[in-house]
């Protein structure tokens, strides 16, 4: 958007000088309606282009590739972003209304503020997500037996049963491959607009206390991932390290009696019996 709004030709020296700068407010103004009017085709073209009805829901996340200032390095960052249905979408009478009010109020949007300055909003579903360490889901729970033993299973048969476990509470959850996945073994999005957040969860089948060491590791990867907590799963416990360490940083500990609690909230019949010392 030109940030020069008026100019004038002065004859008598045969130029064209500035006369009115755009005001910052219009800037801003332009800029929001330019990107609302965007996010509402995206939902038009996609809805329209289904007539068999097969699409439900659409996000759209609307981007832009700029140079971080800070860094001189490329990257990308979200400008609006919202979440639409079939039938919320149908409600609107396009030629009528008002595009930034209609994504703000009708779809609950959120535009960035200053787009003149690329000021970034927090995507609903972030599509960078997509993980080349992501493998299929296996379930592992419909195929156990009868409260069967938690140590019986595999290490990485006791990932996927983490995994399996994550998606019952309404997390969307991806496995990740055992080698080269950076000591992650699942990462899970809650996509709820307030306080949706990625988690990195690791998964340790042991049948003795987790140390400090392993918990350093998972604040680390934390970092390393963008993630917003950490979760370390167990059968056994941890040492009174670990939760010392833990304390005031953005990280859970699940041990086998909160584990198998939780498996019990969420209709998952287990156990955890440990070989004997």
Known sequence: MPKDKEFQYVKTRDVVELARARPITELRQVYQELTSQVALMVLHTVFRSDPADLVHTVVVNGVVDTINPAT???????????RATREHFER?????????ACVREHFAALISGHPDELQAVTPIIDFG?????????????SDLDRRPNLIDLTAEEFEHFVQNLFTRMRFETHKLKASGDGGVDVIAYDHD??????????AKKYTHKVQPSAVRELHGIVQHEGANKGILVTTHGFTSGCHEWANGKPLQLYDGTHLLALCRQFGIEARIVLPPK
């Open 193 to 202: 607009p307030v306080r949706g957040a990625k988690y990195v969860i690791q």
């Open 92 to 100: 609107v009478n396009l030629r009528q209304v008002k595009p930034i």
């Open 72 to 82: 001189g390095q490329p990257e990308r960052t979200h400008k609006i972003t919202l």
């Open 129 to 141: 997500m997509a993980d080349p360490r992501i493998v299929d889901s296996i379930d592992v729970i």
